[in-house]
């Protein structure tokens, strides 16, 4: 598919919005100049958020990332300024690295500048963002960005049931300087690309990529992971599923609950295994969001934290809290450090 834009031009510090100060200064410039001039002009200007990050400031970076969804359904072009930047995290990262894939996808223009900060521009660059934008987007299943062992991001349509076994390899390499089985991390890699079937609208399973983070932090010896399902979300994707059999059971008890519009109760009794245990009267045999919190009580991994439609939950601390605007999507995010669980490599 083609693109309107190439990525040798995206994210140029240099890149000006406004009206050059000088007249003048026009007649010295190639035509080539000119022309990337006049068509960033041309494009919307949207400041991302200060604090950009969907873990320590989820309102307001959903609020961004819902104006850029808008504006993708409007077929609008867009130039996000990030010259502000105060704090930026990997969720931010991932966040634009799939918008970016959206818009090109239709052959929407999108542009932007790095954040003045340094390490922040560092962090984009690293990321493989202008890999991203010179990647031709058609109908591949799967795209990998970045580098291994360092950032790298993965998205893909279907469940990659042998994406667990290099992942496992290369963290614990960083984690623990040798290989070491991490049963827990396919574990959670499993369950949230079963899941994204599971959360997704019935009638458009496998239409859109999921997106994997992994972030390697040699210094610390830590990686962490971020997990973007652009799905309609756990709660929303509830609402559609049929009335019949063990569903209806669970919109029955559902609609039981004292407060059926606080969606963060209802998070917490999923991943607690309530409400499976409720509907199916057994068990949940650690699949599906319940397992992916057992594996953090386990301690196979730290910091889980899940953002879906309206709620923000840090797992790891037990906070459940409702949000005052929606994400269009499910994020999970958590990290394996020196800590937690692994035993001898065996294979």
Known sequence: MSTKFCGKNIFKDNIKTN???????KKYRTQEELIKYNKNKSLEKINTPKNFSLITNPTETIDFINILEDRYLQKKEVFVNM??????????????????????????NFNGNFPNKINYKKMLIDSGFFDCLKTKIDKKLEYKIGKN???FTLANKEVNSELGLPVMIETSETVFGKK??????????????HNTNNHADLNKKGEK???????????KNIVSFIFLDYGIGIFESLKNKPEEGKWGKLKNYISSLVNTEDNSNLLRLLLEGEVHMTVTGKHYRGKGLPGIREAMIRNDISNLCIVSNDVFSDVSNNTYTKLNNEFSGTFVSWEINSDNNNLQWIL
């Open 149 to 151: 062992n360092q950032i």
């Open 19 to 25: 009206k050059p100060k000088f007249n003048n200064r």
């Open 209 to 219: 990529h999921w997106w994997l983070s992994v972030n390697h932090n040699k210094d």
């Open 83 to 108: 010259k502000n930047i105060e704090y930026m995290d990997y969720s931010a990262v991932t966040m634009l690295l799939s918008v970016v894939f959206s818009f090109k996808e239709r052959n929407i």
């Open 180 to 193: 070491r089985t991490l049963k827990g991390l396919q574990r959670v890699l499993l369950e949230l690309m």
